[in-house]
Structure formats: C-alpha cells, structure tokens
C-alpha cells in the first residue's frame, strides 16, 4: 500500500513531468475512482488548463489549476505514470492527462480502492477528512503530545491517520524496528529516550525511503523492510523475524532487537 515515501515520490513525479503543461485531454477511464465529482465537471476543470503546483499530506496529493486543486488518494496499488507520446496506457490506468505536447500522465491503480477528487483548499480538506499532521512535520514536541493521551500500541499509534497522516504498515514496523521498540508498547508510556529514539528514526526512515525513491530493492540492507517474513533472519543477525496480528493487520519485529515489551 503507497505510504508518505511512496506518495512524495509520486509527488516529485508529477512535479517533472506534469507542471506547466496545457493539459490537451482529460481520459477517465473508469469513473469508479471518482469521488465528489463527475466526469464533466473534471474535464471542464482541467481541460485547456495546466497544472501550476504540487502538494502532498500524509498519503494525499494535490495538484492546483486555476483556483483548484485535484486530489489524489492511491489506495492499495495506486502509482502515478508518466508517458511519453508513443506510450500505451497501463491496463490499470483509471484517469489520463494527455498534454498538448503529447506527453500524458497516467493515475493507475489496479484494485480501484484510491480515489480522485477536486478540492478548492487542501488545508480544508485535510481537516474536513480528520487528518492529523504530516508526519514528517511532525516535532517531538509534538509526538509527546499527540502519544500522552494515546491508548494502546505505538504501531497502532504510527498507523492511526487521524494521529499521524502518512504511515501505514510497512514503514510502521520499519521505525519501530529502527528505533528498538515493540509495536505493543505502550504509546503514553514511553520514556524521554524512547520517544526521542522515536521522532529520531520516524524522520529518518521516511525521509531516507524518498532519497532512495520508495524503491525495496534501493533500501539498506539492514532495515527490517526487505526481511518482512516470519521466520527469517534479522537483518542485524540478533535473532528471528517474528509476526503478531494486531488490529487485523500483521506486524513484524525482531523480539532480540525489539524486546518484548508489552501495553
């Protein structure tokens, strides 16, 4: 599922090879993905225009033009595209901005769960979805606060959009695992030291995924990402990958780097 790094790359993307660039066409190829707005009122928005500026929140991304910001949300397989002119679209391909130079920028996503809207202000928008803040703005000043009133986990805590906007799964496990703490531990009860080991590796991991472009295969060697699999080896050989199921979804650590600390 696209995350902050992924959302940021995709974000940098469309800032190549999308601005200032008269947008010729607007190819909804499934409306499914639209929310809040029609077909029509999309093409008469972004057609004869161009897009001007990009801005992202947690997972969210905008792009403004002539007073409007379109929105993106990419789900669970969402991805931005850029095509050149004698580019086909992606199978998955549910929106395509064709501009008059011929080059076009795709919005892909194969399960169709993302979305596309328009908003007039994203800072409303934002609040209007319940978002909490950026999480790579966030200070540890911050995180004190937004984790002393927090019941249960610190993974669930990371994960909780509404507290943070921008982890979700994998770059939850990949901080906790960085900053050597249990995902069940308790996220008001964390120590001075803990919790600034916490903002330390949050800012860190995220903002070293965008450096190496959101890419498993570009990533260390020693983060826990690319040895997501109970049963493997830690990657700083201290012991074995474990699994635990929390909130329905699978969290992975290692209990010799992690400990065993309980909520």
């Known amino acids: 599922m696209p995350e902050l790094p992924d959302v940021e790359v995709f974000r940098r993307r469309l800032a190549r090879g999308g601005l200032h660039r008269e947008i010729e066409r607007v190819e909804v190829r ?76 795709a919005y892909v996503d194969q399960r169709r769960i993302g ?28 995180l004190r606060e937004l984790l002393a009133s927090r019941r249960g986990g610190l993974k669930s805590a990371l994960m909780d959009q509404e507290l943070i906007a921008g982890i979700g799964n994998i770059y939850s496990d990949e901080i906790l695992f960085q900053a050597r703490l249990h995902p069940t531990t308790a996220a008001r009860g964390l120590d001075g030291s803990e919790r600034r080991r ?35 080896r830690c990657p700083r050989r201290n012991g074995t990958i474990r699994r635990l199921r929390l909130g329905g979804r699978g969290a992975f650590y290692c209990p010799s780097c992690q400990g065993d600390r309980r909520g």
Not at 58 to 74: I, Q, Y
Not at 93 to 105: C, E, K, P, Y
Not at 201 to 220: E, G, M
Request: proline share 6%.
């Open 30 to 105: 499934d409306p499914i993905v639209l929310r809040g707005v029609g077909r029509d009122r999309l093409r008469r928005t972004l057609q004869g225009n161009e897009l001007t500026s990009t801005r992202r929140h947690g997972k969210h991304l905008f792009a403004s033009t002539d007073g409007v910001w379109l929105v993106e949300h990419f789900g669970m397989t969402g991805y931005l595209e850029r095509l050149r002119a004698d580019d086909a679209p992606p199978r998955h391909a549910r929106l395509v901005l064709h501009f008059t130079d011929g080059a076009s920028m």
């Open 198 to 232: 916490l903002h330390r590796q949050l800012r860190r991991v995220l903002s070293l995924a965008i450096d190496r472009h959101a890419d498993p295969t570009r990533l260390p060697p020693g983060w826990l990402l690319r040895h997501r699999e109970d049963g493997t």
């Open 115 to 142: 979305s596309i809207g328009l908003t007039d202000d994203p800072g409303e928008f934002v609040a209007a979805e319940g978002l909490g803040p950026d999480a790579l703005g966030v200070t540890e000043a911050t």
